[in-house]
């Protein structure tokens, strides 16, 4: 089974500066990973993903991700938000079952 | 191309009462899933169906949780009746056999 742990439940930054927001995984079997991001209201819309090849992912919005197999981590950054970026982001895995495993999540207030 | 169609968006019960929820996913896609996001944590699965069987429903409480995909096309999730603990965005989402998994509005629901 895989398992997601979100080291953050809640990342104040001003805008334009960078954010960081960790995710740790767990799985026995080769894994795939992603990034959710979900607006106010909204549902989930994905970021990135990682399946295989380059470690470092780049998704929508400015945003990336690096893939770190030894330390079994998939990091979220982009180097300078935007108000709009202000919304709840979700590390997930995912096994060969096609099935998605959420961490809690990290809500990220950007602030002027 | 369509997204993933879901409906209401918003509903307000009474505890004891019942709730049903419809999607319909992308076109031809094989895969459904409905996950219960409660406020402040991560989405969880539900249940998932291939076409129109049931490929994992462990999570699903079915004392008072149902759900079906008749024709393996839309679904409809039911809630029996609801508990205040109920509380919660519905996600359906939907995946083609691909590494990614499409998620619908959600349907917000509030047990009173």
């Known amino acids: 089974a895989q398992s997601v742990t979100q080291l953050d439940s809640q990342v104040p930054v001003f805008e334009e500066a960078p954010v960081e927001l960790r995710c740790n995984y767990s799985s026995s079997v080769s894994v795939y990973l992603f990034w959710y991001v979900q607006y106010p209201n909204q549902g989930l819309q994905l970021l990135l993903k990682?399946?295989?090849?380059?470690?470092l992912v780049k998704g929508i919005n400015g945003f990336e991700a690096e893939f770190n197999k030894s330390q079994t981590s998939f990091h979220l950054r982009k180097p300078s938000v935007h108000i709009s970026d202000t919304a709840e982001y979700f590390c997930?895995?995912?096994?060969?079952?096609?099935?998605?495993?959420f961490g809690a999540g990290t809500t990220v207030t950007v602030r002027a | 191309e369509a997204g993933v169609a879901q409906s209401p968006r918003y509903k307000i019960i009474e505890k004891r009462q019942s709730v049903a929820f419809w999607c319909n996913p992308i076109?031809?896609?094989?895969?459904l899933y409905w996950y219960q996001q409660i406020l402040g944590q991560g989405p969880k699965l539900l249940i998932q169906f291939q076409n129109n069987g049931v490929v994992d429903d462990s999570q699903l409480p079915k004392d008072r949780f149902s759900a079906e995909r008749l024709k393996g096309v839309d679904s409809t999730l039911k809630i029996q009746p609801a508990k205040l603990e109920d509380s919660a965005v519905y996600l359906c989402a939907s995946n083609q056999g691909g590494n990614t998994i499409y998620f619908g509005e959600g349907s917000w629901l509030t047990v009173v």
């Open positions: 990682y399946l295989s090849g380059s470690t």
């Open positions: 076109s031809g896609h094989a895969t």
């Open positions: 997930a895995v995912r096994g060969n079952d096609y099935k998605l495993s």
